[in-house]
């Protein structure tokens, strides 16, 4: 699950994973676990973690889950790495890390920042919040591109209405 900071990724995957089918892995929670304080001051900045950082990180979680129930991944990839990492990796059948489908959920910067405001969390100050909007118009929209070339389903979710309402779609 995929989307500019705001559009409701954790809340989306929060409401799928009640049913029961799914489990929920945030990277972003992930990251800010991280005991590493290097970490921390990156996602603080806004900017992404070097993948030689994110990508272990990730991998070993996926792998500790397991496949069942399925995995939904908020905010990964964030890099033609990470993207490419996990593409090489759904080519080679391991049922972790078969994707399914990108669900990219859609907002505007501006009802984003409303929210991110609302929001309050620590890295969701002005600066921070620019920098994410950033990468997530130079890196993230060009990794969606690439998935469906792959052959990988992208679903468009409008993520501008209540979390019902953009549940329901």
């Known amino acids: 699950i995929t989307g500019v900071a705001g559009s409701g990724k954790s809340t989306q995957c929060q409401m799928l994973v ?3 089918e799914f489990q929920w892995l945030s990277v972003g929670e ?3 676990a991280s005991e590493d304080q290097r970490v921390h001051d ?3 900045s806004g900017s992404i973690i070097n993948d030689d950082i994110t990508i272990p990180l990730v991998e070993a979680e996926i792998l500790r889950r397991g496949a069942s129930p ?3 991944i908020d905010g990964f990839p964030r890099s033609k790495t990470q993207a490419d990492w996990l593409l090489s990796m ?3 059948d391991q049922p972790e890390f078969i ?3 990108i669900v990219h959920i859609t907002l ?3 009802l984003a920042l409303e929210r991110l405001h609302k929001r309050g969390r620590g890295d969701d100050y002005d600066a921070a919040i620019a920098k994410r909007f950033e990468v997530y118009e130079d890196v993230v929209l060009p990794i969606i591109s690439t998935f469906d070339r792959e052959g990988i389903p992208v679903i468009e979710v409008d993520g501008s209405d209540t979390p019902e ?3 329901a779609r």
Do not use: A, D, Q, Y
């Open 18 to 20: 009640k049913s029961g």
């Open 42 to 44: 990156v996602v603080n």
């Open 70 to 72: 399925e995995i939904l």
């Open 99 to 101: 994707i399914r489908c």
């Open 108 to 110: 505007s910067e501006e």
């Open 30 to 32: 992930l990251l800010r």
């Open 165 to 167: 309402e953009v549940h």
């Open 90 to 92: 759904h080519n080679t």
